[in-house]
């Protein structure tokens, strides 16, 4: 399962001490960041079972920085 976070983290040493701590918190988990997309994307993966977002976001926010889920948009297409 991966669940992905809109986060304000804005320097690649704070997104891998907090990488750090995801792993070390988060049995089984594994977190990257895309810090160039415009919502310094945060991704968790956790190969059995769901991640806790809320433990996530509970985590970053311990460290001072904010985390929200971003949520998927179906965009519909068409089809001749």
Same mark, same amino acid.
């Given at each position: 399962m991966v669940e992905v976070f809109k986060t304000d983290?804005?320097?690649?040493?704070t997104a891998r001490q907090l990488i750090t701590a995801i792993v070390? @918190?988060?049995?089984?988990?594994r977190a990257n960041f895309d810090l160039e997309d415009c919502d310094r994307i945060l991704r968790v993966c956790r190969e059995a079972g769901p991640v806790d977002a @809320?433990?996530?976001?509970a985590l970053l926010h311990r460290y001072g920085y904010a985390a929200q889920v971003l949520e998927d948009t179906v965009i519909p297409t068409f089809t001749p």
């Open positions: 983290v804005d320097s690649s040493v070390q @918190e988060l049995d089984g988990c @809320e433990t996530v976001i």
